[in-house]
């Protein structure tokens, strides 16, 4: 340990210069790099979780599920909809 804060010492410079060569080198590789490279990143749905404690379910479908599915449906695009209501959850 006392050989690595000697070495950090003496290069400090060095060790400043390759550290900011690198940071360099990433964002212009950041920038130019094609999008080609990169995944199809195309998500096909959403998933709400909702945790409501102890409320029952007739309840939370009527005051949380329901309001939810309206304002999912006014989202342009939405192909479909599916919710599954339980005692103080709904997804």
């Known amino acids: 340990m006392d ?3 000697r070495f950090v010492t003496r290069n400090a410079r060095t060790i400043e210069f390759v ?6 080198a990433g964002v212009y590789a950041a920038f130019t790099m094609p999008t080609s490279v990169f995944p199809q990143t195309d998500f096909p749905r959403v998933v709400v979780l909702v945790d409501s404690g102890v409320m029952p379910a007739d309840q939370m479908m009527a005051t949380i599920t329901r309001p939810i599915e ?5 989202i342009p695009g939405v192909a479909s909809i599916r ?3 339980s005692r103080g959850s709904a997804e």
């Open 70 to 74: 309206e304002a999912m449906n006014d």
């Open 19 to 24: 550290t900011l060569a690198l940071a360099a």
């Open 3 to 5: 050989q690595l804060s």
């Open 83 to 85: 919710s599954a209501t």
